[in-house]
Protein backbone atom coordinates (compact mmCIF):
# COMPACT_ATOMS: atom_id res chain seq x y z
CA UNK A 1 0.00 0.00 0.00
CA UNK A 2 1.36 3.69 -1.02
CA UNK A 3 2.04 5.36 2.10
CA UNK A 4 1.58 8.93 2.45
CA UNK A 5 3.26 11.48 4.82
CA UNK A 6 3.18 15.19 5.62
CA UNK A 7 7.28 15.36 6.48
CA UNK A 8 8.13 18.81 6.81
CA UNK A 9 5.35 19.37 9.34
CA UNK A 10 7.40 17.39 11.64
CA UNK A 11 10.91 18.61 10.26
CA UNK A 12 11.32 21.62 8.04
CA UNK A 13 8.39 24.15 8.09
CA UNK A 14 9.95 26.99 6.99
CA UNK A 15 8.15 30.38 6.19
CA UNK A 16 9.55 32.13 3.28
CA UNK A 17 9.03 35.84 3.73
CA UNK A 18 9.85 37.00 0.19
CA UNK A 19 10.87 40.59 0.81
CA UNK A 20 9.78 43.64 -1.15
CA UNK A 21 11.02 47.29 -1.57
CA UNK A 22 8.72 50.36 -1.99
CA UNK A 23 10.52 53.27 -3.08
CA UNK A 24 7.86 55.67 -1.68
CA UNK A 25 4.74 56.31 0.10
CA UNK A 26 1.33 57.36 -1.54
CA UNK A 27 -0.93 58.84 -0.47
CA UNK A 28 -3.86 58.76 -3.09
CA UNK A 29 -3.38 58.55 -6.54
CA UNK A 30 -2.49 54.98 -8.24
CA UNK A 31 0.53 52.57 -7.19
CA UNK A 32 2.43 49.86 -9.41
CA UNK A 33 3.19 47.12 -8.47
CA UNK A 34 4.13 43.69 -9.37
CA UNK A 35 1.65 41.01 -10.51
CA UNK A 36 2.79 38.39 -7.72
CA UNK A 37 1.49 40.74 -5.08
CA UNK A 38 -1.56 41.15 -5.86
CA UNK A 39 -3.19 37.90 -4.43
CA UNK A 40 -4.57 39.13 -1.38
CA UNK A 41 -6.34 42.24 -2.69
CA UNK A 42 -9.39 40.78 -3.33
CA UNK A 43 -10.08 39.20 0.18
CA UNK A 44 -12.76 40.00 2.26
CA UNK A 45 -12.53 39.85 5.78
CA UNK A 46 -15.42 41.19 7.79
CA UNK A 47 -13.27 40.62 11.37
CA UNK A 48 -9.42 41.38 12.67
CA UNK A 49 -7.45 40.45 15.39
CA UNK A 50 -6.25 43.49 17.33
CA UNK A 51 -3.73 41.96 20.30
CA UNK A 52 -6.03 39.32 22.01
CA UNK A 53 -9.48 40.79 20.42
CA UNK A 54 -11.45 40.51 17.69
CA UNK A 55 -13.15 43.61 15.92
CA UNK A 56 -15.80 43.56 13.05
CA UNK A 57 -14.99 46.17 10.12
CA UNK A 58 -17.21 49.00 10.91
CA UNK A 59 -19.78 49.50 10.73
CA UNK A 60 -20.92 45.84 11.62
CA UNK A 61 -20.80 45.33 16.07
CA UNK A 62 -18.97 42.33 16.97
CA UNK A 63 -20.44 40.41 20.35
CA UNK A 64 -18.57 37.53 21.59
CA UNK A 65 -19.82 35.09 24.10
CA UNK A 66 -18.31 31.49 25.15
CA UNK A 67 -17.65 29.68 21.74
CA UNK A 68 -20.20 32.10 19.65
CA UNK A 69 -19.43 34.90 17.89
CA UNK A 70 -22.65 37.31 16.46
CA UNK A 71 -21.73 40.23 14.39
CA UNK A 72 -24.38 42.79 13.55
CA UNK A 73 -25.15 43.98 10.34
CA UNK A 74 -28.11 45.87 10.32
CA UNK A 75 -26.21 48.95 8.98
CA UNK A 76 -25.97 46.60 5.86
CA UNK A 77 -28.20 47.10 2.57
CA UNK A 78 -30.69 44.36 2.68
CA UNK A 79 -29.44 43.50 -0.50
CA UNK A 80 -25.62 42.81 0.62
CA UNK A 81 -27.32 40.55 3.76
CA UNK A 82 -28.76 38.64 0.87
CA UNK A 83 -25.04 37.97 -0.85
CA UNK A 84 -23.45 37.26 2.57
CA UNK A 85 -26.27 34.70 3.32
CA UNK A 86 -25.91 32.60 -0.13
CA UNK A 87 -22.24 32.85 0.55
CA UNK A 88 -22.62 31.26 3.36
CA UNK A 89 -25.06 28.52 1.98
CA UNK A 90 -22.56 27.62 -0.29
CA UNK A 91 -19.92 26.22 2.41
CA UNK A 92 -22.23 23.26 2.99
CA UNK A 93 -20.67 21.84 -0.25
CA UNK A 94 -17.47 19.83 0.77
CA UNK A 95 -15.59 20.58 -1.91
CA UNK A 96 -15.44 24.49 -1.31
CA UNK A 97 -12.44 25.34 -0.67
CA UNK A 98 -13.84 27.02 3.15
CA UNK A 99 -15.24 24.43 3.49
CA UNK A 100 -13.18 23.59 6.81
CA UNK A 101 -14.04 26.15 8.23
CA UNK A 102 -17.38 23.94 9.69
CA UNK A 103 -14.21 21.08 10.26
CA UNK A 104 -11.88 22.72 12.16
CA UNK A 105 -9.54 21.83 14.35
CA UNK A 106 -10.87 18.35 13.18
CA UNK A 107 -10.08 16.43 10.24
CA UNK A 108 -13.29 14.59 9.31
CA UNK A 109 -16.72 16.32 7.84
CA UNK A 110 -18.50 16.12 11.18
CA UNK A 111 -19.51 19.72 11.34
CA UNK A 112 -19.14 20.26 14.73
CA UNK A 113 -19.12 24.40 14.05
CA UNK A 114 -22.00 26.28 11.93
CA UNK A 115 -22.27 29.58 10.09
CA UNK A 116 -25.40 30.82 9.24
CA UNK A 117 -27.24 34.51 9.28
CA UNK A 118 -30.55 34.42 10.91
CA UNK A 119 -32.03 38.19 10.01
CA UNK A 120 -29.55 40.24 10.10
CA UNK A 121 -26.97 38.91 12.30
CA UNK A 122 -24.07 36.43 10.83
CA UNK A 123 -23.52 33.74 13.67
CA UNK A 124 -20.46 31.72 13.89
CA UNK A 125 -20.73 28.82 16.30
CA UNK A 126 -17.17 26.76 17.29
CA UNK A 127 -17.34 23.54 19.63
CA UNK A 128 -15.25 25.03 21.77
CA UNK A 129 -14.19 28.77 22.60
CA UNK A 130 -10.70 28.24 21.91
CA UNK A 131 -11.49 27.08 18.45
CA UNK A 132 -12.94 30.09 17.41
CA UNK A 133 -10.51 32.56 17.09
CA UNK A 134 -8.30 30.91 13.79
CA UNK A 135 -11.95 30.54 11.74
CA UNK A 136 -12.99 33.66 12.72
CA UNK A 137 -9.86 35.84 11.62
CA UNK A 138 -9.07 34.06 8.51
CA UNK A 139 -9.65 34.42 4.67
CA UNK A 140 -12.77 32.13 5.23
CA UNK A 141 -14.56 34.03 7.49
CA UNK A 142 -17.19 34.97 5.94
CA UNK A 143 -16.91 32.44 3.62
CA UNK A 144 -16.21 34.36 0.10
CA UNK A 145 -15.70 38.03 -1.73
CA UNK A 146 -18.53 40.06 -0.66
CA UNK A 147 -17.86 43.56 -2.16
CA UNK A 148 -19.36 45.23 0.80
CA UNK A 149 -16.21 43.76 2.69
CA UNK A 150 -13.35 44.20 0.24
CA UNK A 151 -11.58 47.49 -0.14
CA UNK A 152 -10.40 47.11 -3.63
CA UNK A 153 -12.92 45.75 -6.61
CA UNK A 154 -11.19 44.23 -9.56
CA UNK A 155 -11.28 46.02 -13.39
CA UNK A 156 -10.23 44.76 -16.29
CA UNK A 157 -6.72 46.67 -16.02
CA UNK A 158 -6.20 46.61 -12.21
CA UNK A 159 -8.14 47.51 -8.75
CA UNK A 160 -9.92 50.12 -8.10
CA UNK A 161 -10.32 52.14 -4.21
CA UNK A 162 -13.91 51.09 -3.89
CA UNK A 163 -15.86 53.51 -2.19
CA UNK A 164 -18.56 51.89 -0.55
CA UNK A 165 -15.90 49.56 1.64
CA UNK A 166 -17.44 49.55 4.70
CA UNK A 167 -13.97 49.45 6.86
CA UNK A 168 -13.66 53.05 5.18
CA UNK A 169 -12.36 54.71 1.56
CA UNK A 170 -8.44 53.34 1.22
CA UNK A 171 -5.93 55.60 0.46
CA UNK A 172 -5.38 54.63 -2.74
CA UNK A 173 -7.45 55.23 -5.50
CA UNK A 174 -5.94 52.61 -7.70
CA UNK A 175 -3.09 49.89 -8.06
CA UNK A 176 -1.85 48.69 -11.67
CA UNK A 177 -0.66 45.09 -11.98
CA UNK A 178 2.69 44.99 -13.92
CA UNK A 179 4.71 42.12 -16.03
CA UNK A 180 7.97 42.62 -14.05
CA UNK A 181 11.07 41.19 -15.31
CA UNK A 182 12.14 38.25 -13.19
CA UNK A 183 15.83 38.29 -14.11
CA UNK A 184 16.55 42.11 -13.47
CA UNK A 185 13.27 43.40 -11.45
CA UNK A 186 15.61 45.62 -10.01
CA UNK A 187 16.38 47.95 -12.99
CA UNK A 188 12.55 47.83 -13.61
CA UNK A 189 12.20 49.35 -10.44
CA UNK A 190 14.96 52.23 -10.68
CA UNK A 191 13.12 52.81 -13.99
CA UNK A 192 10.32 53.90 -12.17
CA UNK A 193 8.32 51.06 -13.79
CA UNK A 194 7.34 49.21 -10.92
CA UNK A 195 6.78 50.80 -7.22
CA UNK A 196 7.01 47.60 -5.56
CA UNK A 197 8.51 44.10 -6.43
CA UNK A 198 9.62 40.60 -4.71
CA UNK A 199 13.38 41.03 -4.24
CA UNK A 200 15.02 37.46 -5.84
CA UNK A 201 16.73 36.17 -3.01
CA UNK A 202 19.73 35.50 -5.03
CA UNK A 203 20.26 38.82 -5.30
CA UNK A 204 18.94 40.08 -1.89
CA UNK A 205 22.53 41.63 -0.12
CA UNK A 206 22.77 43.80 -3.28
CA UNK A 207 19.58 45.20 -3.80
CA UNK A 208 19.23 45.26 -0.17
CA UNK A 209 22.18 47.90 -0.21
CA UNK A 210 19.95 50.53 -1.81
CA UNK A 211 19.58 53.15 0.71
CA UNK A 212 17.08 54.87 -1.65
CA UNK A 213 14.13 52.16 -0.82
CA UNK A 214 12.48 50.48 2.19
CA UNK A 215 12.11 47.07 2.11
CA UNK A 216 8.69 45.48 3.45
CA UNK A 217 7.85 41.74 4.47
CA UNK A 218 6.37 40.50 1.00
CA UNK A 219 4.84 36.86 0.32
CA UNK A 220 5.50 33.96 2.37
CA UNK A 221 5.22 30.48 1.69
CA UNK A 222 4.62 27.50 3.37
CA UNK A 223 7.53 24.70 2.34
CA UNK A 224 7.03 20.89 3.26
CA UNK A 225 7.56 17.38 2.07
CA UNK A 226 4.86 14.71 1.13
CA UNK A 227 6.63 11.40 1.22
CA UNK A 228 5.56 8.49 -0.56
CA UNK A 229 6.35 4.34 0.60
CA UNK A 230 8.09 5.20 3.17
CA UNK A 231 8.06 4.10 6.71
CA UNK A 232 7.74 5.80 10.01
CA UNK A 233 11.46 4.77 10.73
CA UNK A 234 12.83 5.54 6.93
CA UNK A 235 10.98 9.08 7.36
CA UNK A 236 12.73 9.36 11.15
CA UNK A 237 15.99 8.33 9.63
CA UNK A 238 15.94 11.06 6.81
CA UNK A 239 14.88 13.93 8.37
CA UNK A 240 17.51 13.11 11.20
CA UNK A 241 20.37 13.92 8.82
CA UNK A 242 18.85 17.50 7.30
CA UNK A 243 19.44 20.68 9.01
CA UNK A 244 16.61 23.02 8.41
CA UNK A 245 19.12 26.24 9.87
CA UNK A 246 22.08 25.72 7.26
CA UNK A 247 19.07 25.68 4.61
CA UNK A 248 17.32 28.70 5.83
CA UNK A 249 20.57 30.73 6.05
CA UNK A 250 22.45 29.32 2.58
CA UNK A 251 19.13 28.79 0.53
CA UNK A 252 16.71 31.43 2.03
CA UNK A 253 19.41 34.53 3.40
CA UNK A 254 17.75 33.78 6.96
CA UNK A 255 14.63 34.68 5.71
CA UNK A 256 12.57 31.31 7.27
CA UNK A 257 11.03 30.61 10.59
CA UNK A 258 11.70 26.83 11.65
CA UNK A 259 8.39 25.63 12.76
CA UNK A 260 11.10 22.86 14.81
CA UNK A 261 12.84 22.11 18.15
CA UNK A 262 16.36 21.85 18.17
CA UNK A 263 17.84 19.65 15.50
CA UNK A 264 17.20 15.82 16.24
CA UNK A 265 20.42 13.74 16.54
CA UNK A 266 21.34 11.24 13.69
CA UNK A 267 19.69 8.35 13.75
CA UNK A 268 22.24 5.31 12.94
CA UNK A 269 20.59 2.98 10.42
CA UNK A 270 20.53 2.11 6.67
CA UNK A 271 20.91 4.06 4.13
CA UNK A 272 18.64 3.53 0.81
CA UNK A 273 17.78 4.68 -2.38
CA UNK A 274 15.20 7.37 -2.82
CA UNK A 275 13.69 10.15 -5.26
CA UNK A 276 13.67 13.84 -4.28
CA UNK A 277 11.38 15.88 -6.08
CA UNK A 278 11.96 19.83 -6.08
CA UNK A 279 9.94 22.62 -7.68
CA UNK A 280 11.93 24.46 -10.60
CA UNK A 281 11.13 27.81 -9.07
CA UNK A 282 13.69 29.61 -7.24
CA UNK A 283 14.12 29.67 -4.65
CA UNK A 284 12.68 26.72 -3.82
CA UNK A 285 15.03 24.72 -6.20
CA UNK A 286 17.16 26.19 -3.77
CA UNK A 287 16.28 24.74 -1.46
CA UNK A 288 15.22 21.61 -2.30
CA UNK A 289 19.00 21.53 -4.24
CA UNK A 290 20.45 22.08 -0.36
CA UNK A 291 18.30 19.19 0.91
CA UNK A 292 19.54 17.10 -1.45
CA UNK A 293 23.20 17.49 -0.99
CA UNK A 294 22.88 17.17 2.92
CA UNK A 295 21.00 13.55 1.89
CA UNK A 296 24.07 12.60 -0.20
CA UNK A 297 26.32 13.40 1.93
CA UNK A 298 24.86 11.26 4.59
CA UNK A 299 24.90 7.99 2.28
CA UNK A 300 21.52 8.29 0.72
CA UNK A 301 21.70 7.35 -2.85
CA UNK A 302 19.44 9.80 -4.70
CA UNK A 303 17.55 8.64 -7.73
CA UNK A 304 16.23 12.18 -9.26
CA UNK A 305 15.47 11.16 -12.95
CA UNK A 306 13.64 8.12 -13.04
CA UNK A 307 10.65 6.93 -10.20
CA UNK A 308 10.27 3.28 -10.37
CA UNK A 309 6.96 1.74 -9.21
CA UNK A 310 7.15 1.39 -5.37
CA UNK A 311 10.50 3.55 -4.73
CA UNK A 312 10.31 5.91 -1.87
CA UNK A 313 10.01 9.80 -2.88
CA UNK A 314 10.13 12.91 -1.03
CA UNK A 315 8.22 16.13 -3.04
CA UNK A 316 9.31 19.65 -2.00
CA UNK A 317 6.00 21.70 -2.22
CA UNK A 318 5.54 25.40 -1.69
CA UNK A 319 2.23 26.45 -0.57
CA UNK A 320 1.45 30.75 -0.74
CA UNK A 321 0.55 31.58 2.86
CA UNK A 322 -3.18 33.26 2.86
CA UNK A 323 -3.28 33.61 6.41
CA UNK A 324 -1.55 34.70 9.40
CA UNK A 325 -2.23 32.19 12.05
CA UNK A 326 0.73 29.43 10.77
CA UNK A 327 -1.30 27.19 13.08
CA UNK A 328 -4.07 27.40 10.75
CA UNK A 329 -1.61 26.98 7.58
CA UNK A 330 -0.77 24.02 9.58
CA UNK A 331 -4.59 22.72 9.52
CA UNK A 332 -5.40 23.44 6.39
CA UNK A 333 -2.60 21.97 4.89
CA UNK A 334 -2.99 19.00 6.80
CA UNK A 335 -6.81 18.16 6.07
CA UNK A 336 -5.73 19.02 1.77
CA UNK A 337 -3.13 16.44 1.93
Request: proline share 8%; glycine share 4%.
Amino acid sequence: MKKTAALVILFLSLLCSRAHPLLKQHYGGTTKIAEELTAHLAISRITEKTGNSLKAVSPATLTLRDNTLRIDLSAFPADKITELEKAVARLQDVSHPCHWILDYPYFHHEHPNSLRVEGSTLILEAEDAEFLTEPATSGCFPGENISTFTPFNKTQFGFESNRSFSGGRPFLDSIIPVAVDPVNPYLAFKLRDVDAFVIPEDRYQEISSDPQIKILPGPQYFLYFTTQNLSPEQITNLTSVINAQEISQSALNGHAEIFLPAKEPIVPGSRFPVVVVIPSESPFRLVGERVRVQLATAGFTLNSTSMPAGAPVMKLIAEPVKDENMDLVRYQTLKNL
